[in-house]
């Protein structure tokens, strides 16, 4: 019988963890509790090392221990996803395998960064990832940060050519490429939001849930308004989108994750402050998010 690669990566919304750290080293016990608070909320899925999660200033031995605590602080109640994306294939290879070995469920693959290659590149990239571990794959698109756009017909390509490309996790802020991409693949790959602004609208053109920030926050918002939309009732969802909104806006008034970090930490969670180059959240934006997190928390009571 042949694998569906697709179960392993769920519906509805995955958290795009957070690494808290506690005078600057790595918190799993705070990483722990963070992972129960979403459990709780009822999120489907957990991202471990993800940008987020700020992969790029983790050790090697921090990856492990991020995405050990995270699966075993998960005890398959939520599935893992991994980070496994660098802007060097046999880079990304090792943690791939690492990923795998370590208990994931998937790996998300953002498209090679600052190299820009071209959509021949990106597909033999992808493509060598996907031969080399049956785990699945999760392709990560945001031009934003890797300074190149994973055109549609390339994942239609993938998808063609690789089983275990299961899903695509989009953040082109383009609702037209997430149209193309269910147009050409349906149900053949997974569509998750990468922008949480966007969920909705994307949903409506056909994802079936989203990888979030702001559901480090607002785990049981985030979740429930997926979850609304799935099972077809459309008036709640957008409520919850439109209360979620500005809190959302707030969240990436500054480079993420600074601002949810932040937040995190007004809340009494496991955060501790970003690692260079990412600063402190500045005056001006804790007064933002501040404004947001009690507007949020005001109509939460409502």
């Keep these: 019988?042949?694998?569906?690669?697709?179960?392993?990566?769920?519906?509805?919304?995955?958290?795009?963890?957070?690494?808290?750290?506690?005078?600057?080293?790595?918190?799993?016990?705070?990483?722990?509790?963070?992972?129960?608070?979403?459990?709780?909320?009822?999120?489907?899925?957990?991202?471990?090392?993800?940008?987020?999660?700020?992969?790029?200033?983790?050790?090697?031995?921090?990856?492990?221990?991020?995405?050990?605590?995270?699966?075993?602080?998960?005890?398959?109640?939520?599935?893992?996803?991994?980070?496994?994306?660098?802007?060097?294939?046999?880079?990304?290879?090792?943690?791939?395998?690492r990923a795998r070995?370590?208990?994931?469920?998937?790996?998300?693959?953002v498209a090679p960064y600052y190299v820009k290659p071209t959509q021949e590149g990106l597909y033999r990239h992808f493509r060598a990832l996907a031969e080399a571990a049956d785990l699945p794959l999760v392709v990560y698109n945001i031009p934003g940060r890797s300074a190149v756009n994973i055109l549609p017909a390339t994942i239609e390509r993938l998808v063609r050519d690789c089983p275990n490309v299961a899903a695509v996790k989009e953040a082109s802020g383009n609702v037209d490429q997430?149209?193309?991409?269910?147009?050409?693949?349906?149900?053949?790959?997974?569509?998750?939001?990468?922008?949480?602004?966007?969920?909705?609208?994307?949903?409506?053109?056909?994802?079936?849930?989203?990888?979030?920030?702001?559901?480090?926050?607002?785990?049981?918002?985030?979740?429930?308004?997926?979850?609304?939309?799935?099972?077809?009732?459309?008036v709640e969802a957008r409520r919850l989108h439109l209360?979620?909104?500005?809190?959302?806006?707030?969240?990436f008034v500054e480079s993420n994750p600074i601002p949810v970090k932040a937040v995190l930490a007004m809340l009494g969670m496991a955060a501790g402050e970003p690692r260079l180059p990412l600063t402190p959240l500045s005056p001006e934006g804790r007064k933002v998010v501040l404004a947001a997190l009690r507007r949020h928390r005001h109509g939460a009571k409502r």
């Design 243 to 251: 209360a979620l909104f500005p809190l959302t806006k707030a969240l």
């Design 1 to 97: 019988m042949s694998r569906n690669f697709a179960d392993a990566v769920p519906d509805g919304c995955t958290t795009a963890l957070v690494t808290p750290f506690r005078k600057s080293r790595l918190d799993s016990a705070g990483l722990s509790r963070n992972v129960r608070f979403q459990l709780q909320g009822g999120v489907s899925g957990l991202l471990a090392a993800g940008s987020t999660g700020e992969a790029a200033a983790l050790s090697e031995a921090e990856y492990e221990r991020v995405v050990t605590t995270v699966v075993r602080a998960a005890k398959g109640r939520a599935k893992v996803m991994a980070g496994v994306g660098t802007s060097n294939t046999a880079k990304s290879l090792v943690l791939l395998c």
């Design 101 to 109: 070995a370590l208990g994931a469920d998937s790996a998300l693959v």
């Design 178 to 234: 997430v149209t193309d991409i269910v147009s050409r693949c349906g149900d053949r790959v997974k569509v998750l939001s990468g922008d949480d602004s966007l969920t909705l609208p994307m949903m409506a053109a056909g994802a079936r849930g989203v990888v979030s920030v702001t559901s480090n926050v607002a785990p049981a918002d985030v979740s429930r308004m997926v979850e609304r939309f799935l099972a077809g009732d459309l």
